[in-house]
């Protein structure tokens, strides 16, 4: 398989509903959990590019764009946009749907950097 076709079997799509119990005073969704929800998505498509053990090194500039309200859903896109020799980078975007409309935005967007590791925490190199 070429890098490009792992890297578009690698891709990564996570739904979830924003419920209250995620959102700040404002009614809108914790940067921090969407922080969270970012490395997690970029996590599994970095895994799932590599078939290697991956650990975060790096998020990179994130940045929110539009705020994320309770009630709406929200589509997690994780693509890998960078490989090294025993680093890639994930490219996430957030996007949000109204949940009783087709209406649809990108809402968040940030890359996070993982290094592939050996049982002993060293690094491997990925291809």
């Known amino acids: 398989m070429t890098t490009e076709e792992r890297i578009k079997a690698s891709e990564t ?6 419920f209250p119990s995620t959102t700040n005073h404002y009614d809108t969704l914790f940067g921090g959990t969407a922080m969270q929800l970012m490395d997690e998505v970029a996590f599994i ?4 590019f590599a078939r290697k053990r991956v650990v975060t090194v790096s998020s990179d500039k994130i940045d929110f764009k ?5 009630g709406t859903i929200i589509e997690l896109i994780g693509k890998v946009s960078y490989v090294g020799r025993t680093s890639m980078k994930v490219n996430v ?3 949000t749907e109204q949940m009783y409309s087709y209406e649809r935005e990108r809402a968040i ?5 993982f290094v ?10 990925i291809l």
């Not at 539009?66 to 309770?70: D, E, F, S």
């Not at 592939?116 to 190199?125: F, G, L, R, S, Y």
């Open 116 to 125: 592939a590791i050996d049982e002993h925490k060293k690094p491997i190199q």
């Open 109 to 113: 967007v940030g890359d996070f950097t």
């Open 13 to 18: 799509r996570i739904f979830k509903a924003v």
């Open 93 to 95: 975007e957030i996007y």
């Open 66 to 70: 539009k705020p994320i309200p309770a």
């Open 45 to 48: 498509a970095a895994t799932r």
